[in-house]
Every structure is written in structure tokens, then in C-alpha cells.
């Protein structure tokens, strides 16, 4: 009988444990069709990742990767610079590592259709949907669909036109 309530003692205190860290620092992203993530940005566009640089926010909690895009081409939007920046959470300061699921990585060389928001050169832009809202882009080829980059392009403006009428 001891050996039972010991058995359930110690069942209900994991149950707990789980419980109280299930939620601990979890990131929940619902899946968005194109058109969402085409009908959510203020900007679409194609471009190169030329860096990346990495800054704690103004009570250093949380650290923020800003990387700067080469715009080769404006699918959506008006953009006027040839460069956008963009801020996602999460980085490397000082041996200090913060990882967010669900937050891109852009990488240096990278070639990449990103959709944004907050799109202004004046301001830093956001990725629409986090991971949702990159595309990468490989020998001319969409990696996450498959797709020429030519065909992507024409459905994401095929997206916008229709949205607009």
C-alpha cells in the first residue's frame, strides 16, 4: 500500500512539474495559406542576405539578429532602398545564445523571397509569420514549394491582383 501512494506521489508530482513547463517559452504559429502572407505584407521582395548583426533590446532580456537584405527585385510594395533590414528575435551576444522556434534564420549569401511587414526604410521590417514569411531560394528554385522562381513570383501577383479588385 506504501509502495502505491509513493508510486502516485510521485505521478502527480511529474504531472505537475510537466504542466507548469509545458508553456515555458513555447511558440505557437498558425499555419497561413500565400494569401495571408501575401495579403499581410506591406512588401515582397527578392533578395541576398549580406550580414547579420545581433543587439540586445533596451533591457537586454532579449537579444535581436538584424539582417540586412540587397533588394534585387520588388514584387509588392514600394520599396525605395536598395536595402532592407530585418529584425527577428533571437541571436548570439558574448557566448550568450537566444534560440526562438519558429524565427528564421537568414543566413549571409542567402537568396530569398521574404515578406514584410512594417516595410519602410525609415523602420526595421518583420517577417510576416515568422519561418512562414521566408522563402529560400537555390539555383533559381523555390526550396519550400518547388516552384521556378519566375512561377512563384507570377503567383504571388496573381495573389495581389486578385486581393486588390
Not at 537579444?63 to 532592407?84: L, R, W
Request: net charge negative.
Amino acid at each position: 500500500m506504501k509502495r502505491n501512494i509513493s508510486r502516485l506521489g510521485l505521478i502527480t508530482v511529474l504531472t505537475i512539474i510537466l504542466m507548469l513547463c509545458s508553456n515555458a517559452g513555447a511558440t505557437t504559429l498558425l499555419k497561413m495559406s500565400l494569401d495571408e502572407i501575401t495579403n499581410n505584407a506591406n512588401e515582397i521582395v527578392l533578395g541576398t542576405v549580406q550580414g547579420s548583426s545581433y543587439q540586445w533590446d533596451l533591457d537586454n532580456s532579449q537579444i535581436y539578429t538584424y539582417s540586412k537584405i540587397n533588394v534585387e527585385k520588388v514584387i509588392k510594395g514600394n520599396a525605395e532602398t536598395k536595402e532592407i533590414t530585418v529584425k527577428t528575435p533571437g541571436g548570439e551576444i558574448d557566448k550568450v545564445i537566444m534560440e526562438v522556434p519558429g524565427s528564421p534564420e537568414l543566413k549571409q549569401g542567402q537568396k530569398c523571397i521574404v515578406f514584410l511587414y512594417n516595410a519602410d526604410p525609415r523602420y526595421l521590417s518583420n517577417l510576416v509569420g515568422f519561418t512562414q514569411g521566408k522563402f529560400t531560394v537555390v539555383d533559381n528554385v523555390v526550396q519550400e514549394n518547388g516552384k521556378t522562381v519566375e512561377e512563384f513570383i507570377n503567383e504571388i501577383i496573381l495573389i495581389i491582383d486578385t486581393h486588390e479588385q
